[in-house]
Each structure stands twice: as C-alpha cells, then as structure tokens.
T-cell receptor, first 113, second 112 residues
Framework: SQTIHQWPATLVQPVGSPLSLECTVEGTSNPNLYWYRQAAGRGLQLLFYSVGIGQISSEVPQNLSASRPQDRQFILSSKKLLLSDSGFYLC????????????FGSGTRLTVV | GEDVEQSLFLSVREGDSSVINCTYTDSSSTYLYWYKQEPGAGLQLLTYIFSNMDMKQDQRLTVLLNKKDKHLSLRIADTQTGDSAIYFCAESRYSSASKIIFGSGTRLSIRP
C-alpha cells in the first residue's frame, strides 16, 4: 500500500536560518507531489507541485524553493527564513489525474522566532 | 476572488445534522472533494463526487452537487463529537499537473 512520510513533525527555527523539510512516498511510482502551506486559521495555499524528477512548478513568489532529487522524494527549502514563513506545511501526492484526490502527509508545524 | 468558497464556521448540536456548503466558480471542474482535517493533522479524504453526479451517499455522509449553481454540500447525519474538525471543499480540473483547488475550510464545532 502507498504511504507518505513527512518530517519533522514540529520545528522551531530562528529568523535567517535555513530550512529543509522532506517528504517521501512509498508504494507508488511517478507520483505527482505537492507542497501546501496552511497559515494559522487559514485555508491551504499551494506552494509547489512536481510531475516528475527535477520538474518543479511554483505557484506563488516567495522565500521558499522546492526540489525533487528522486522520483518519490520532495524537499522544501529556504536559505533564510522569515517570520512570515511560519505555518503548517503539508506534503501530498497523487497519481496522474486527481480522480481520487490527494493523499496528505501528517504535516510539519514550523514556527519561526 | 477565491475559486472555492466556504463559510468559516458552523456550530451544531450533537445528534443533529450538519450541512457544510461550498461554491465554486469553474464550470469545467471534473471532480469535487470533501476533506477532513483534525487538529494538528493532515487532511483526510472523506468523499468525492464526479461532476456528472447529483448525489452521493456514504453511511452518515451525503454529498449534493448542483452544477447549475456550482454549489456543493456535505451533510453529516447524527453529528458526533468526533466530527469536530475543519472540512475543506476542493475541486479538480483536467490538466497535466492535476491540481486540486481547496476552499478555506469550515470549522465544525459540536455543542452538547
């Protein structure tokens, strides 16, 4: 069966420090991968999506970047965190064609102090 | 404006039915979804409906789709305390990227 792993679960980082959040998927090949951010009390904002290795599309201009070094690995990064980067970050995957929706990871709560 | 809109809050009494409403703007939407998010957790797919359907029922959940008005609703019968969560409406449109657009979520709280 397919599973999605996301870590760490919580993270407290100082302003100006780097960030690396990792997401891996097991049990499927060539998934579509997504990074979402959920600010406190807000809805989901799509940050990046990827339909294949090395293929990254950015939805909004921001301080973050994403990479997909392997088929089932998706990384969210920042060189210098801002206070506004705080939020709940969710990774998700889907098969090509979202007929059955996304499967989400358990999320990372990032607090920038 | 938002592509998918929902009211932010809903409060119901335990045992009553909850109805969460959603409107969307894109008539080319192919699938529509309801997700549930419990505190501090990721999103869990509750149910989905294809755009050529009017209704889908799954145990206590009933989804109604009005394509003409671009209105989607989720009815939870006999609402329980475990139903307390944020419920997200979402739509997908055919594209190679297979993106789903989410609403802002409706926080459902249950009164005793």
């Amino acid at each position: 069966s397919q599973t999605i792993h996301q870590w760490p679960a919580t993270l407290v980082q100082p302003v100006g420090s780097p960030l690396s959040l990792e997401c891996t998927v097991e049990g499927t090949s060539n998934p579509n991968l997504y990074w979402y951010r959920q600010a406190a009390g807000r809805g989901l904002q799509l940050l990046f999506y990827s339909v294949g290795i090395g293929q990254i599309s950015s939805e909004v201009p921001q301080n973050l970047s994403a990479s997909r070094p392997q088929d089932r690995q998706f990384i969210l990064s920042s060189k210098k965190l801002l206070l506004s980067d705080s939020g709940f970050y969710l990774c998700a995957w889907s098969t090509t064609g979202t007929y059955y929706g996304y499967t989400f990871g358990s999320g990372t709560r990032l607090t920038v102090v | 404006g938002e592509d998918v809109e929902q009211s932010l809050f809903l409060s119901v009494r335990e045992g009553d039915s909850s109805v969460i409403n959603c409107t969307y703007t894109d008539s080319s939407s192919t699938y529509l979804y309801w997700y549930k998010q419990e505190p501090g957790a990721g999103l869990q797919l509750l149910t989905y409906i294809f755009s050529n359907m009017d209704m889908k029922q799954d145990q206590r959940l009933t989804v109604l789709l009005n394509k003409k008005d671009k209105h989607l609703s989720l009815r939870i019968a006999d609402t329980q305390t475990g139903d307390s969560a944020i419920y997200f409406c979402a739509e997908s449109r055919y594209s190679s990227a297979s993106k789903i657009i989410f609403g802002s979520g409706t926080r459902l709280s249950i009164r005793p």
